[in-house]
C-alpha cells in the first residue's frame, strides 16, 4: 500500500489505472538507485546525531538496520514487495524505495 493510498476499493481501482500510466518502469529504475539511497540515508542519519536530534544509541540502531537492508540490497534480495506472506504493510504496491525502506526499519 502506498503511504497516500485510501482503503476505498474503487479509489484503489482508479488508482491502478493513474499509476499504470503514469509510473511505467519506474519501481524497477527505482530499485536500481535503491543502495545510494540506502548510503544517503545513512549520512542524514548521522547528521542528524551531530545536531542533537538523535542519540548516540538511536543512531547506532538505525544504522544497523540501514546496513542490514542495505546488505539485502548488495545480495539482491531486497524488492518492493513484502518480506512476508504475512506482513500487510507491505504490498507489491509499495511506492518506492524510501517507502519500503521506511517499512523495513518498522
Do not use: P
Amino acid at each position: 500500500m502506498k503511504l497516500w493510498q485510501k482503503e476505498t476499493s474503487a479509489a484503489n481501482d482508479f488508482a491502478a489505472i493513474i499509476e499504470e500510466f503514469t509510473v511505467g518502469k519506474d519501481r524497477e529504475l527505482d530499485l536500481l538507485l535503491a543502495e545510494h539511497d540506502v548510503i544517503g540515508s545513512l549520512a542524514h542519519t548521522q547528521m542528524l546525531e551531530s545536531i542533537g536530534l538523535l542519540t548516540s544509541a538511536e543512531l547506532t540502531e538505525i544504522h544497523r538496520e540501514l546496513n542490514a537492508i542495505l546488505k539485502e540490497i548488495r545480495a539482491g534480495n531486497f524488492n518492493l514487495c513484502s518480506r512476508s506472506a504475512s506482513a500487510t504493510w507491505a504490498k507489491k504496491s509499495t511506492a518506492d524505495v524510501r517507502a519500503m525502506t521506511r517499512f523495513y526499519l518498522i
